[in-house]
């Protein structure tokens, strides 16, 4: 059997050939500089409850009264906890691949509108919310996180694009 041997100028002519067809992302985020601090912030305040969470679940805080960490508490905590990260990968996944960022943003606001009102409903009895300062300053920020949502939600860019023959031929049925 003889051995074929590809020479440069093959070599040269497949890498020709096919670097056409790899996208070519000059700006990847396309967002404003608004939407990159919301979008950290966001990001950094489930970082944060998921920390708190963690540490309620070992007990780190000293000043905490055991008495008022019951287990439907941070059972119904770590129910929250489940599913916001899994709504923050989706919305880091869609902000990436810009594609249903709008509507994960949506979800996203009815589930911690929806979330904030059970809380206040099921814990007003439970606990006083004041004299417990890490419950306060995370009831107080609720607000902040749905705020911030909302306008990621409507400033966010839907339609900027990046120049790839890929999605022209998906589009276009053609390739540029």
């Known amino acids: 059997m003889v051995e074929k041997k590809i020479t440069d100028l093959e070599i040269v002519a497949i890498l020709e050939a096919f670097s056409k067809s790899q996208p070519i992302v000059t700006d990847r985020t396309g967002q404003s500089s608004s939407f990159r601090a919301l979008f950290c912030f966001i990001n950094l305040y489930v970082l944060l409850f998921i920390a708190l969470y963690f540490l309620l679940k070992i007990n780190q805080f000293a000043t905490l009264d055991t ?49 904030t009102i059970d809380n206040t409903i099921l814990f007003s009895g439970l606990k006083d919310l004041l004299d417990e300062l890490y419950f306060l300053a995370f009831m107080i920020t609720i607000p902040l996180c749905v705020i911030a949502v909302a306008g990621l939600m409507i400033i966010y860019k839907d339609n900027f694009e990046t120049s790839s023959p890929l999605t022209s031929v998906a589009v276009s049925g053609k390739a540029t």
């Not at 129910?79 to 916001?84: E, K, N």
């Not at 902000?95 to 709008?102: D, E, I, L, S, T």
């Open 67 to 115: 008495n008022s960490l019951t287990e439907e508490f941070l059972t119904v905590l770590e129910g929250r906890i489940f599913v916001l990260f899994w709504l923050f990968v989706s919305l880091n996944m869609t902000a990436y691949f810009n594609f249903g960022f709008k509507a994960v943003c949506l979800i996203i606001l009815v589930y911690m509108l929806n979330s």
